[in-house]
């Protein structure tokens, strides 16, 4: 099976549709798939649901599509660096569900799992457990979430063997593998794609049995969210 695709447009098509929930990797600006956002722009579909840990930034990332209006609900955890995404949302034109990190990590860990749901202590209390089940265990009350299972995940790696395992560089990694096992059918950008076996098998971060589709973009821009200097 060749998972190798020529370009991020070839690898999305035929799997991306109108109305779809997809799932993006990354955290911040580090290891988001660059190459395939700007493929899903391209694409022009639209009324998507986005689950990403935040929404990229005006013109960058996410923030293209938000641009676009193609996308019309987020599933993530933070959201402050994007005007375009604060001027839709206040002004009802952009759905959100406002989810704490690291029950966002947690939904799509356990949907890549096959688990439906679970219970956290996260958001008791709160808003965020308002309509959900609640549930005492031991003298404790915990808020019943469930399970994310994206139709389409893109997924940023540094290296892929061409069976599809990969290795992820440092903050990169905070998100992109749980993307990667959510998604029903993953696609993965990657700076690099080597031989099957070129990898040694205990620096596979995730195995290439949840690999669909791979792209390579040997040159992402990478740009830095908040740049800090010193005098």
Do not use: W
């Not at 639209?46 to 990403?52: A, D, F, H, M, R």
């Not at 031989?195 to 971060?205: L, R, S």
């Not at 792209?215 to 969210?225: F, H, S």
Request: hydrophobic fraction near 40%; charge should be neutral; proline fraction near 4%.
């Amino acid at each position: 099976m060749n998972k190798v695709y020529p370009s991020a447009a070839a690898a999305l098509d035929g799997i991306v549709e109108d109305g779809q929930m997809l799932a993006v990797g990354g955290f911040g600006l580090c290891g988001i798939p660059e190459a395939l956002i700007d493929a899903l722009q391209a694409s022009g579909k639209k009324n998507l649901t986005v689950i990403s840990n935040n929404a990229g930034v005006d013109g960058f990332g996410l923030g293209k599509l938000l641009a676009t209006r193609q996308i019309s609900k987020m599933i993530s955890s933070y959201v402050g660096e994007n005007k375009e995404f604060e001027r839709q949302y206040l002004a009802g034109e952009l759905a959100l569900d406002f989810t704490p990190q690291g029950t966002l990590a947690e939904k799509l860990r356990a949907g890549g799992a096959g688990i439906p749901a679970f219970f956290t202590k996260t958001g008791v209390g709160t808003i965020v457990a308002d309509g959900k089940e609640l549930r005492e265990f031991d003298g404790e009350t915990y808020v019943m979430e469930r399970s994310l299972t994206p139709a389409v995940s893109l997924v940023k790696a540094f290296r892929a063997d061409k069976s599809g395992n990969l290795q992820f560089r440092r903050t990169a990694r905070n998100f992109n593998p749980n993307v990667a096992m959510a998604g029903k059918i993953t696609v993965v950008e990657v700076e690099e794609i080597v031989e099957t076996g070129a990898i040694d098998p205990d620096q596979v971060h995730l195995p290439g049995i949840f690999v669909h589709r791979i792209v390579l973009n040997t040159t992402p821009e990478k740009r830095i969210e908040q740049r800090t200097v010193r005098k």
